[in-house]
């Protein structure tokens, strides 16, 4: 067999098996949802200047808002643990500002808790600190509606992101 036809064979099988595969992950019944977050992960790592799969994610609910922590999961990754501190400092302050771009473009809409925390924005405080392995920014407010835009937009990224987090709020 010449080396053209032997490239065309095995294109051809590489083709089958990758439309096999496609119709395969079609008739999971979890195909959508796995869509979904895959959309997810690859706009948050556009977005955040760092890898998921490198890093864990938490959405924490509190009292009078919440917090959100990302650490590396290798303590020496120092790129990647400047990237989150760099990251979230910012998100800090665009919150702060009232701009929800970029967990709008991650999530490809506007996230349950974002229209009720833009109107309420001078009754929300958002600060930043470090952390060990990465970094934490809260979100805090004593407005029982901002506490509950809040907690709606952390619930949501804890769904979105699968992290496991607790989706309860805790009780005073």
Known sequence: ???LALALLLLA???????????DMKDCPMHEQHARHQAVVEHGDQAMGFPHDRTTHHFLMATDGGAI??????????PNTTAIRSHLSHIAMMFGDGDFSTPMFIHDGIPPGVTTMRLMKSAIHYTYEEMPAGGRFRVKSDD??????IHDFLRFQIKEHQTG????????
């Open 144 to 149: 029982p509606i901002a506490v509950a835009a």
């Open 69 to 78: 922590e990302v650490t590396v999961n290798d303590s020496s990754d120092k």
């Open 165 to 172: 987090d607790s989706l309860a709020a805790p009780q005073n």
């Open 13 to 23: 099988v590489s083709v089958l098996a990758q439309d096999t595969k496609q119709d």
């Open 1 to 3: 067999m010449n080396r």
